[in-house]
């Protein structure tokens, strides 16, 4: 008896032991961080300095922007530029026509190259209408619109438009074509405008060397003496030809219009009527010289024969 009490004793103590060391191993035991080695960085990126609020950028003024639409191809031929010695017809035209081209001219010899949107050669370059503008109101007048659209209506208000539908320069069309004309074309770029007329040059006449017909004005592809130039130039005046590969893309040369201010034809006509009041002045003047010399001889005659 004293032995079965011992054993459930010992038992017992066991099965408490046991107990608690389950419990114990079933508690989570608190585990300590674990403390990383910081890296070295061996090239640190410097900190960015602190820095001012940025300026807007400044936008570029009109004539910088003129200057960088105006940059000629290194294809291109430079400037062409003749004497007004070297046209036909140059002296035949009246004064102020004369005057016009002797301006034009001297535009051609300044190196202007092809600048859109410019109607002063104090850019470095003009655009075709820019340059008729110019030089007519450098030479009086003042009402001419400012493009080649306007251009050509206000010519056609005044009646001095001449019509062409030929595709040669030798076309009777052209017969009443004189120097200091305006010349006008259509599809030489794709426009809204209406009538869309888009180029614009002055005829020059007849060049005496070559016998072509030559014009002048600002362009950016024209032709002279077969190579292409791109500014103020003298152009040979040629009538466009068609592309067969692309007959959408067709130009037009419309037709030309005497200046109204100074149309030669009207020039002429009033030189001419000019000319025959001055010989009717004088015409008169003679007879009246005579009709008070003839009663002074009447006198003096009768003078003679009466007695002393």
């Given at each position: 008896?004293?032995?079965?009490?011992?054993?459930?004793?010992?038992?017992a103590c066991l099965v408490v032991c046991i107990f608690c060391s389950h419990a114990l191993l079933a508690k989570p035991s608190a585990k300590k961080p674990v403390q990383k080695t910081p890296v070295v960085d061996e090239n640190p990126e410097p900190l960015p300095l602190p820095q001012a609020d940025p300026k807007p950028a400044a936008k570029p003024s009109p004539s910088a922007k003129l200057q960088s639409e105006s940059a000629r191809p290194a294809s291109a031929a430079?400037?062409?530029?003749?004497?007004?010695?070297?046209?036909?017809?140059?002296?035949?035209?009246?004064?102020?026509?004369?005057?016009?081209?002797?301006?034009?001219?001297?535009?051609?010899?300044?190196?202007?190259?092809?600048?859109?949107?410019?109607?002063?050669?104090?850019?470095?370059?003009?655009?075709?209408?820019?340059?008729?503008?110019?030089?007519?109101?450098?030479?009086?007048?003042?009402?001419?619109?400012?493009?080649?659209?306007?251009?050509?209506?206000?010519?056609?208000?005044?009646?001095?438009?001449?019509?062409?539908?030929?595709?040669?320069?030798?076309?009777?069309?052209?017969?009443?074509?004189?120097?200091?004309?305006?010349?006008?074309?259509?599809?030489?770029?794709?426009?809204?405008?209406?009538?869309?007329?888009?180029?614009?040059?002055?005829?020059?006449?007849?060049?005496?060397?070559?016998?072509?017909?030559?014009?002048?004005?600002?362009?950016?592809?024209?032709?002279?003496?077969?190579?292409?130039?791109?500014?103020?130039?003298?152009?040979?005046?040629?009538?466009?030809?068609?592309?067969?590969?692309?007959?959408?893309?067709?130009?037009?040369?419309?037709?030309?219009?005497?200046?109204?201010?100074?149309?030669?034809?009207?020039?002429?006509?009033?030189?001419?009527?000019?000319?025959?009041?001055?010989?009717?002045?004088?015409?008169?003047?003679?007879?009246?010289?005579?009709?008070?010399?003839?009663?002074?001889?009447?006198?003096?005659?009768?003078?003679?024969?009466?007695?002393?």
């Amino acid at each position: 008896m004293t032995v079965n009490l011992t054993f459930f004793r010992v038992s017992a103590c066991l099965v408490v032991c046991i107990f608690c060391s389950h419990a114990l191993l079933a508690k989570p035991s608190a585990k300590k961080p674990v403390q990383k080695t910081p890296v070295v960085d061996e090239n640190p990126e410097p900190l960015p300095l602190p820095q001012a609020d940025p300026k807007p950028a400044a936008k570029p003024s009109p004539s910088a922007k003129l200057q960088s639409e105006s940059a000629r191809p290194a294809s291109a031929a430079p400037n062409a530029t003749i004497s007004s010695d070297a046209l036909i017809e140059f002296h035949g035209a009246s004064p102020r026509v004369r005057k016009l081209i002797e301006a034009a001219l001297a535009l051609t010899a300044q190196d202007l190259t092809y600048t859109y949107g410019s109607a002063d050669p104090a850019n470095g370059g003009m655009d075709c209408s820019g340059f008729v503008y110019y030089l007519l109101q450098k030479n009086g007048i003042t009402d001419v619109p400012r493009d080649a659209s306007g251009q050509y209506v206000w010519l056609r208000k005044a009646g001095a438009f001449r019509a062409v539908l030929s595709r040669k320069v030798e076309s009777f069309e052209l017969n009443e074509l004189r120097p200091g004309d305006l010349l006008f074309w259509a599809g030489t770029y794709s426009t809204d405008r209406d009538p869309p007329i888009t180029h614009a040059m002055i005829y020059l006449g007849t060049e005496k060397e070559s016998k072509s017909r030559v014009m002048v004005g600002a362009s950016n592809g024209r032709s002279y003496h077969g190579r292409s130039r791109w500014g103020v130039s003298v152009f040979d005046f040629t009538m466009p030809k068609v592309d067969p590969d692309h007959p959408q893309k067709r130009v037009d040369f419309v037709g030309y219009a005497h200046i109204p201010a100074f149309d030669t034809n009207a020039e002429a006509e009033a030189a001419s009527e000019s000319t025959k009041v001055s010989a009717a002045d004088q015409t008169t003047e003679l007879k009246r010289k005579k009709s008070e010399e003839a009663p002074d001889k009447r006198s003096k005659g009768t003078r003679s024969k009466t007695p002393g």
